[in-house]
């Protein structure tokens, strides 16, 4: 079997996507930090752009958004649709790519996800299963 053939998406990203992908965050971010969008669902949040993920051929980028740590409605996220080709165009004048990718939404859930753990990491139960384990290890 050729090398190609084992090559698969275990492997995960090339340098190339995450490079392609960080140049693409930077820029969603610029365009979110100076536009002001006429979008009625999309007046006044501050959508904050945590990470994007590239397909393989470059052509479709993910953007992974929340709104200053809030988690978008589906209102936003629908907005967010109807804007991406006015942020497909913009995103092509800043970064150089051989075609303007196609940009899709996702609500961030890394945060919450974060906040749930350490709430769970504090419960009184889970302290004391720590406290137990940490004095049988002494």
Not at 32 to 54: K, M, Q
Request: proline share 5%.
């Amino acid at each position: 079997m050729s090398k190609q053939h084992h090559r698969g998406q275990a492997e995960g990203p090339s340098q190339r996507q995450l490079r392609v992908a960080e140049e693409v965050r930077h820029a969603l971010s610029a365009v979110f930090t100076r536009e002001e969008f006429r979008d009625p669902d999309l007046h006044g949040v501050h959508v904050t752009v945590t990470e994007v993920r590239a397909s393989p051929d470059l052509k479709h980028m993910t953007a992974f958004v929340s709104a200053l740590g809030r988690d978008l409605t589906k209102e936003q996220l629908a907005a967010l649709k109807r804007v991406s080709p006015f942020l497909r165009r913009e995103v092509a004048h800043a970064v150089r790519l051989k075609f303007a990718p196609d940009l899709h939404f996702q609500p961030d859930t890394a945060l919450n996800y974060a906040m749930h753990i350490n709430e769970v990491m504090h419960r009184p139960e889970v302290q004391r299963d720590l406290a137990t384990k940490k004095d049988g290890e002494e």
